[in-house]
């Protein structure tokens, strides 16, 4: 699914011929660490509420803002002003219930009885109907939760205040995640990260990218590299590096021949006494390396300057 074609799924929201609607689901943690999900009875003005809160929040971001891109999250960096589709093939087990999730499938009514507003872990906002529809993902941070047992609550009863008597769960107008077209978008990777164990997939997936690279006999030290992708930042990088890429597919000595030619790669990029594999015996050598192999170098004409494809920053001197 390309940019427009969620802008299209998207836009549903702003269709004042055909009357849309919108229901609310809560995922509820249970003690044995399983989830269920449970249909939040709300009122209508609640729900033309929240339709208004999102339509904003929806057009802000996809429809006003001329600049935004969508971007894969397997290959791109982390940039202000995108939308990531999540490709990669191993799926956030953290999100396996909102990925499961049929917004027009019967569920049972939550019940402030016999559930805990505490035991809350997200938040679903389906807007739509069956042919046309796309959900929003909204974590249930600590805070978005009002604790009558941790704060002395003034609620306004008629020209009374009284105590606040119960848990409130707030809400914003942000969008963690969407879910649209059997697809899963993220907004706000920070809490991918922090709550669904993405930054564990990213390793794993960069693991599997290390066994690309083996299979090369480029590398003299590979279990260098092994241990790089253990420090996230560098796990991205590692993630980034295409198995289709036009570097995975030369021969070894031609990509050790264009490291030696390279006025400044050379100097950064160690070999080993035979001269036909890279030691990698700093960062900075891990770092290029990975790069040369996802063939993120080129050479400007009009400036004659090397830089790395990805940001353009040029390549530093030592």
Avoid: C, W
Avoid at 122 to 130: D, F, K, P, Q, S
Avoid at 173 to 182: G, K, M, P, T, V
Avoid at 233 to 261: D, G, H, M, W
Wanted: aromatic share 8%; proline share 2%; glycine share 2%.
């Amino acid at each position: 699914m390309n940019l427009q074609e969620l802008r299209d799924q998207l836009s549903i929201i702003n269709d004042e011929v055909n009357p849309i609607g919108i229901n609310v689901h809560l995922i509820k943690k249970n003690d044995d660490e399983t989830e269920t999900i449970l249909k939040a009875d709300i009122s209508v003005e609640l729900a033309d509420e929240l339709k208004e809160i999102f339509r904003a929040t929806i057009n802000n971001k996809f429809f006003d803002n001329q600049e935004l891109v969508l971007r894969e999250i397997s290959s791109s960096i982390e940039t202000f002003n995108s939308i990531f589709y999540y490709d990669l093939e191993e799926f956030p087990e953290k999100l396996a219930s909102a990925n499961n999730f049929d917004p027009f499938s019967e569920y049972e009514d939550f019940s402030f009885n016999n559930d805990d507003i505490e035991s809350i872990k997200a938040i679903l906002i389906t807007v739509g109907n069956v042919e046309n529809h796309f959900t929003i993902y909204k974590h249930v941070y600590p805070v978005t939760i009002v604790r009558q047992d941790r704060m002395l609550g003034f609620l306004p009863i008629g020209d009374r205040f009284e105590k606040l008597s119960s848990n409130i769960l707030q809400i914003n107008n942000s969008i963690d995640f969407l879910f649209a077209n059997d697809n899963l978008f993220v907004n706000n990777i920070k809490t991918l990260s922090s709550a669904y164990g993405y930054n564990e997939i990213i390793k794993n997936q960069a693991r599997q990218n290390i066994t690309l690279i083996q299979d090369l006999d480029l590398i003299a030290n590979i279990g260098e590299l092994t241990a790089f992708v253990n420090n996230i930042k560098y796990a991205k990088r590692v993630l980034r590096i295409n198995a289709n890429s036009p570097v995975l597919q030369l021969a070894k000595l031609r990509v050790i021949e264009f490291i030696t030619n390279h006025p400044k790669l050379s100097t950064k990029i160690r070999l080993n006494a035979t001269n036909d594999r890279i030691m990698l015996d700093t960062d900075i050598s891990k770092i290029i390396t990975i790069g040369i192999l996802n063939d993120d170098y080129l050479k400007s004409n009009l400036t004659d300057l090397d830089y790395e494809s990805e940001n353009k920053s040029e390549i530093e001197e030592d």
